[in-house]
């Protein structure tokens, strides 16, 4: 797999879009990165910009941009409401695909080293990339700010990693390092106190709060054996927040960093602050994103909601997100675009599902073209899609049934596996289209010499195998869907036992239709143990298939009755 990683500079600048764009310019000016998202906040006077790329790529981009916004930026002028130390205040590596946390680590230092000694800046490493686990916290570092660094810089225990030390007025100094994907994430509140906003950031992050003596505020601060002061943890795990005032909008946030999200996600943190804030006589009035969210975590949102209602979890990819924006309030401050703030949506390519983009009639017109493809193999993927999602739809209807109430887990898991085989039919529509394009690209190959002769037969070999193993996992699919089907039949809401029927109908035509196309471009490829393998599979799940559909199609007929 190619290796990828991602980078979400913070700059020191939320106001000036024009400043903004002459940074962002930089970054796509690289070849081979790709600009996600740009972030801007007025209150905070700072822009998150999240990019994508190959690793040389992406530290070339991100060298440019803090040279850019170094010569842009005067922090001698700054205000704003967050915490920061330089122009480009902090500059994260993200391992997203292809790369291990170590190598990526590696990509920051060096990215650190050249900023240190090209661009004369003070350059302090954190997080993964930083070996001394006592200056490897973000905070930490921060510690005294803009202002405070004029003299922190001088002590010996902070000086910098790389770049001279002396602090620049003009530019600050930045912090380079590695890390896991953060989710920069606000709660909004009905209050404007800071205070008060303070006190429930205290309540939920990890750190917790200071220990003191009588009052929780004015008291003596407790110190430990070590002689520093003692604290209560908070109730979220891999959380940081702070209270502000957001002047823009006129309301108190708690401002999050949730540091990984496998321990505590979104909808936990929202959650837990809801509780706190109701606690305090306050209450939550919704949230805001900040930068990008990967699609589970909008998806285990849209989920943990609907659970809370005992509702099906069994529905589309994109009922789930709609559930998440407004149980979290995503919207509450501006709209929330999926396909703007969803790392994935952000990544993929439109190419890879121009027919299942389709309108129903452009679909059909398409298939019935001079065009051969789509083909047989993506109608039968897309025959299969539908018959699951019959089988799908009985389990939701039944999970709402009244008087079914007790069931509907059971119904909803039934769903949710539904799902989960449409969602991979559908990718599977354009996949099969894609392979005999794939083919036919091989085959227009050069065939001038022995070398390209050769070349060319091994990529109509490999075309052809890919060709293959698309129709059959649709195959595999397909039969996987009667099972759902099956069971919707026999304990389904009677009203739609017709549906499962028609399922079962497609999910067999859909394997057969596949099975043909398993064949027809297997009598195409040279290896011959391979072929005569799966065929001989596809050949016992077209048989299981059509014992399984004839058994359906009689629980169904004899619920009809006539």
């Known amino acids: 797999m190619e290796p990828i990683i991602e980078c979400v500079p913070n700059f020191s600048e939320g106001r000036d879009m024009g400043i903004i764009k002459y940074i ?16 801007p906040g007025k209150a905070t006077n700072r822009t998150v910009v999240t990019f994508v790329g190959h690793p040389e790529a992406v530290i070339e981009a991100a060298y440019l941009a803090i040279k850019k916004a170094g010569e842009l930026i005067d922090m001698s002028k700054h205000k704003g409401e967050h915490p920061r130390m330089g122009a480009t205040d ?53 510690a005294g700010e803009y202002e405070g660094f004029f003299k922190k810089i001088k002590l010996p225990e902070w000086k910098p990693d790389f770049g001279p030390a002396e602090f620049d007025a003009k530019r600050g100094a930045t912090v380079i390092g590695a890390r896991d994907f953060l989710v920069a994430y606000n709660i909004n509140l009905n209050t404007t106190s800071t205070r008060r906003a303070n006190a ?82 306050l209450r939550v009035t919704g949230s805001e994103l ?122 909803s898991n039934w769903a949710e596996k539904g799902q989960k085989i449409k969602e991979e039919l559908i990718k599977l529509v354009d996949a099969d289209t894609a392979a005999f394009n794939r083919i036919m690209a091989a085959f227009a190959l050069p ?48 009203n739609s036992v017709s549906d499962a029927g028609v399922g079962a109908l497609c999910a067999r035509s859909a394997v057969m239709g596949a099975f043909m196309n398993v064949r027809i471009n297997a009598a195409g490829y040279e290896d011959k143990n391979f072929v005569a393998e799966i065929v001989k599979k596809g050949k016992a799940i077209e048989d299981k298939t059509i014992t399984s559909e004839a058994e359906i199609l009689k629980i169904v007929n004899g619920k009809i009755g006539i």
């Open 24 to 39: 962002t310019n930089e970054i796509e000016s690289v070849e081979g990165v790709k600009l996600l998202n740009v972030d």
């Open 90 to 142: 902090v500059c994260p590596l993200i391992p997203i695909a292809g790369i291990s946390m170590a190598e990526t680590a590696k990509y920051a230092q060096q990215l650190a080293q050249r900023v240190g000694k090209d661009l004369n800046l003070p350059v302090y490493l954190y997080e993964e990339a930083q070996s001394n686990k006592t200056r490897s916290n973000l905070s930490v570092i921060r």
């Open 200 to 281: 429930i950031a205290f309540d939920v992050r990890e750190a917790g709060r200071v220990v003191r003596e009588g009052h929780p505020i004015t008291g003596k601060i407790v110190m430990g054996a070590d002689g520093k002061p003692k604290f209560t943890p908070g109730t979220l795990k891999c959380v940081k927040a702070i209270g502000w005032f957001i002047e823009e909008y006129g309301v108190a946030q708690i401002s999050m960093n949730l540091t990984n999200i496998n321990v505590t996600p979104v909808h936990i943190a929202f959650d837990e602050v809801c509780k706190k804030a109701t606690e305090r006589g």
């Open 290 to 411: 900040v930068g990008l969210i990967p699609l589970k975590a909008m998806l285990d949102a849209g989920k943990y909601f609907l659970k809370k209602q005992q509702r099906s979890v069994g529905v589309s990819e994109s009922e789930l997100i709609k559930i998440a924006i407004k149980s979290l309030g995503l919207d509450e401050l501006g709209p929330f675009k999926p396909e703007e703030r969803i790392i994935e949506y952000k990544l993929r390519d439109a190419k890879n599902a121009r027919l299942v983009n389709m309108s129903l009639t452009a679909f059909a017109d398409e298939t019935a073209s001079e065009s051969p493809a789509p083909g047989g193999g993506s109608i039968a993927a897309y025959v299969g899609a539908l018959g699951i999602s019959l089988g799908t739809m009985v389990a939701n209807l039944s999970s709402h049934k009244k008087g079914w109430d007790e069931r509907w887990k059971e119904f």
């Open 447 to 494: 065939k001038g010499t022995e070398e390209e002769k050769k070349l060319r037969t091994q990529s109509i070999q490999e075309a052809t195998k890919f060709a293959i193993e698309v129709p059959f996992k649709v195959m595999e699919l397909c039969y996987e869907s009667l099972e759902t089907i099956k069971v919707m039949a026999e304990i389904g809401n009677p």
